[in-house]
């Protein structure tokens, strides 16, 4: 079974740090281009990155709100995903899933607020 | 960025009817590669987003087949045959073929 466990959410002030961990099980990971999808409060959904195979480059792509502030980054062997959130903004406040083809995790929610 | 465009917005249906939504999309999804990327997702009140059908038309593994998928290059439609209690949500097409990958606005479908 396919599974995605997000973590590392919580409550940051404007201007600060945030990393996000995505567990990964139930698939072979390092054959899985990931993404990180946000959700803000009763909003709807909007892509923030994704991280290709290290067999595809492994390159990475951003979205322009997110670009130069967020880092996305892989280690196949934990099979783990990560989302490094700096400089962060009020507007970044949302719950950010993890994502692989058809599997979405449960979210872990970001607060920015001062 | 590919502006993707849903409706209606909110879709009031009675159980056991048909529902259809509406996608277009600002640029064709036809890929390079031949794939048309579209995909549809569906997000139950208080859980995770799954997806239903990708490329245009193909279903999930688990999914009913109520639901069904159609159009080309920029225009689509999910089609829900006959509405079961189950599929109040809001509904998100995304496409997948250009980046970034953008999603629709969603359409709420509630039962009447």
């Known amino acids: 079974e396919v599974q995605l466990v997000e973590s590392g959410g919580g409550l940051v002030k404007p201007g600060g740090s945030l990393r996000l961990s995505c567990a990964a099980s139930?698939?072979?990971?390092?054959?899985?281009?990931m993404s990180w999808v946000r959700q803000a409060p009763g909003k709807g959904l909007e892509y923030v990155g994704r991280?290709?195979?290290?067999?595809?480059?492994?390159?990475?792509e951003y979205t322009s709100p997110v670009k130069g502030r967020f880092i996305i980054s892989r280690d196949d062997s934990e099979n783990t995903l990560y989302l490094q959130m700096n400089s962060l903004r009020t507007e970044d406040t949302a719950l950010y899933y993890c994502?692989?083809?058809?599997?979405w995790g449960q979210g872990t929610l970001a607060t920015v607020s001062s | 960025d590919v502006v993707m465009t849903q409706s209606p917005l909110s879709l009031p249906v009675t159980l056991g009817q048909p529902a259809s939504i509406s996608c277009r999309s600002s640029?064709?999804?036809?890929?390079?590669?031949?794939?048309?990327?579209l995909n549809w997702i569906q997000q139950r009140p208080g859980q995770s987003p799954r997806r239903l059908l990708y490329?245009?038309?193909n279903r999930e593994s688990g999914v009913p087949d109520r639901f069904s998928g159609s159009g080309s290059g920029t225009d689509f439609t999910l089609k829900i045959s006959r509405v079961e209690a189950e599929d109040v949500g809001v509904y998100y097409c995304?496409?997948?073929?250009?980046?970034?990958?953008?999603f629709g606005g969603g359409t709420k479908v509630e039962i009447k």
């Open positions: 995304l496409q997948g073929t250009h980046w970034p990958l953008t």
């Open positions: 640029q064709s999804l036809v890929h390079s590669d031949g794939n048309t990327y």
């Open positions: 490329k245009v038309s």
């Open positions: 139930g698939f072979t990971f390092r054959n899985a281009w």
């Open positions: 991280i290709r195979t290290k067999t595809d480059g492994g390159t990475i």
């Open positions: 994502v692989t083809g058809a599997y």
